[in-house]
């Protein structure tokens, strides 16, 4: 570590639904760009599930908001990935 860098502030959240709920408001919140990886594709559908990937998908079409998705692919993620650019291409 470099002398004199400030560390970031670390917080557990031991309730998940507190967890879930900073995190949609982080998402929310994004004015630049939003950047995902999900390992699989089951953490995308749970994002598809809290309204995460709903969220996003205002930011880019009210604060013009870059999101981009690092994925595994498979037939239901591809289907649902080019959804995606279809609504991003037509709103922006």
Do not use: C
């Amino acid at each position: 570590m470099e002398a004199g860098v400030d560390l970031a502030e670390v917080e557990v959240i031991p309730s998940s639904a507190r967890a879930q709920e900073l995190y949609l408001n982080i998402v929310k919140g994004a004015s630049e760009e939003i950047l995902w990886i999900f390992p699989t594709a089951s953490a995308f559908i749970r994002q598809e599930k809290i309204e995460a990937i709903q969220l996003a998908k205002e930011a880019a079409k009210q604060r013009n908001v870059k999101v981009r998705i690092m994925i595994p692919t498979n037939g239901l993620i591809e289907q649902k990935v080019q959804q995606l650019k279809q609504y991003w291409f037509i709103h922006m």
